[in-house]
């Protein structure tokens, strides 16, 4: 049984930084694209990052270019996300994700594209 599970959330003033991880299990040849989603008090759930297998392919939303990075260790089965200058609309319960096919690059933002997901972590921006 495939087990994703996050860590890394807390609380951070504006302006700091957090960095979540992901570590997958129960499956052994691996995940084509993993991503991170979060989910606001009251909206929907929205994509923030995605990365394909080589880690040569990225996706981001546009609310996280030049803040949000993402990374993935293959041998591990482990993928992060690094959040730097975080601001209180960042607030929310982030999920990772993860699928077994690989989908056109546009398509990671869907989550409908992923099989696998974690409970979430929070992560709280406030002054």
């Known amino acids: 049984q495939v087990q994703l599970e996050e860590s890394g959330g807390g609380w951070v003033q504006p302006g700091g930084s957090l960095r979540l991880s992901c570590v997958a299990s129960g499956r052994t040849d691996g995940y084509a694209v993993m991503a991170w989603f979060r989910q606001a008090p009251g909206k929907e759930r929205e994509f923030v990052m995605a990365?394909?297998?080589?880690?040569?392919?990225?996706n981001r939303a546009d609310s996280v270019k030049g803040r949000f990075e993402v990374s993935r260790d293959n041998a591990k089965n482990t993928w992060y996300l690094e959040m730097n200058n975080l601001q209180p609309e960042d607030t929310g319960v982030y999920h990772c994700a993860a699928a077994a096919r690989r989908y056109n690059i546009g398509s990671w933002t869907s989550m409908d594209k992923y099989d696998y997901w974690g409970q979430g972590t929070q992560v709280t921006v406030s002054s």
């Open positions: 990365i394909g297998r080589s880690g040569g392919s990225v």
